[in-house]
């Protein structure tokens, strides 16, 4: 008999089943939710605005953000972004690794 029968069609038997623990998000937005947060994407692109919602990929709704047009609620897709700070308590400094100008 060839290939075998079910049980060992496409290399594999019957998997034993786990109960996996659910995975949980990197990071715990969920007290900036109704918070206004600062958003920096690859290229340099970036956006402020409330965050309304969120999912374990990091992908972002927010709200209330300022941009050249009125586009009301906007998605963010998780993995272009690369930072992301609360606005309130945020101070922006000089970068201390740029070389100084004499």
Known sequence: MR???PATRGGKGP?????????EA???????????IRVK??????????????DQL????LDDVPTSRPLGLVVLRGPTITLLSPVDGFEEIA?????QEA
């Open 3 to 5: 290939g075998g029968g």
């Open 15 to 23: 998997q034993p089943t786990l109960d996996k623990p659910k995975r």
């Open 26 to 36: 990197i990071l715990d937005l969920s007290k900036y939710v109704n918070e206004r």
């Open 41 to 54: 994407f690859t290229g340099g692109r970036e956006v402020t605005g409330v965050l309304k919602g969120f």
């Open 58 to 61: 990091l992908n972002l709704v």
């Open 95 to 99: 970068n201390p690794f740029l070389a």
